[in-house]
C-alpha cells in the first residue's frame, strides 16, 4: 500500500521540496556555519575573544585557546574549529600547545624528579649501580613478571644525564650552552686543600717542605 506521497511523479516531489523545505533547511544549514558567540567573550573563562569549537564535543560552547586546550585534557583527539575571520577552519589540539601526559589522568608525571633524585641518593651514598636500580624499579612495576616490563634502561640512563646536567646548571647560577666556560660545573673538594678558603694564609711563606 503506498501513500499519496509515494505515488506522486519525482518531479512533483522536487518542486514541492523547491517550494516548502528546501529554503528552511539552507537556513538551517547556514545557522549550524557559524555561532552567535564568535567574536565574543570565551565561553568558559569570559575573557579573552572565543575563536574556537569542537567538532566533536556536544553542544560545544565557543572559547579562547587556553580553554579549548584546558578542556581537552582527557580528550586530545577531538577535532578543532579555529574562526578565522568569514569561515571555520580545522587545526588540531596539538598545534595548540596540547601535551598529552599518558598514565597519569592527563596531568605530567610527578614522580620522575623524584625518581631521579632517589637514583642519586642510591648512587653516590650506597654505591649503586644503575643497572642494579633498574632491576629495582622492573620490580616494583611488576614483581611477578618483571621480565615482561619493557626495556627503559637506555631511556632511563639518558633522563639521568640531563637531569644532572640541568642541576649542575642550576647549582652553578649558569644557562643553557653548547659552550660553557672551562671548570663552570666543578664542584670543589671540601676534603681538598682550596687557598683562600681551607688553608693557612700565609702557606706561601713556608717552607716547600711544609706546603
Known amino acids: 500500500m503506498y501513500s499519496h506521497f509515494d505515488r506522486q511523479p519525482p518531479h512533483r516531489i522536487l518542486n514541492d521540496f523547491l517550494s516548502h523545505w528546501a529554503q528552511p533547511l539552507l537556513d538551517i544549514l547556514r545557522v549550524h556555519e557559524t555561532d552567535q558567540c564568535v567574536n565574543q567573550p570565551c565561553y568558559s ?7 574556537y569549537c569542537c567538532e566533536e564535543c556536544q553542544n560545544p560552547p565557543m572559547q579562547c585557546e587556553s580553554c579549548i586546550v584546558a578542556h581537552h585534557v ?9 574562526w578565522s575571520g568569514n569561515h571555520f577552519r580545522r587545526t588540531t589540539l596539538d598545534e595548540l600547545g596540547l601535551l598529552h601526559h599518558l598514565g597519569h589522568h592527563g596531568e605530567p608525571c610527578p614522580s620522575v624528579n623524584a625518581l631521579l633524585k632517589q637514583f642519586q641518593n642510591f648512587s653516590t651514598t650506597a654505591q649503586v649501580s644503575a643497572h642494579h636500580f633498574y632491576a629495582m624499579i622492573k620490580k616494583q612495576t611488576n614483581n611477578a613478571f618483571a621480565t615482561d616490563v619493557k626495556d627503559r634502561y637506555r631511556e632511563l640512563m639518558m633522563a639521568e644525564h640531563q637531569y644532572s646536567y640541568i642541576r649542575a646548571l642550576k647549582r652553578n647560577n649558569l644557562d643553557v650552552a653548547k659552550q660553557l666556560p672551562l671548570d663552570s660545573l666543578t664542584v670543589l673538594c671540601p676534603a681538598c686543600p682550596q687557598p683562600g678558603i681551607n688553608m ?12
Open 45 to 51: 573563562c569570559k575573557g579573552p575573544v572565543a575563536l
Open 74 to 82: 582527557h580528550s586530545p583527539f577531538h577535532r578543532i574549529l579555529r
Open 200 to 211: 693557612d694564609l700565609n702557606w706561601r711563606d713556608r717552607p716547600s717542605s711544609e706546603r
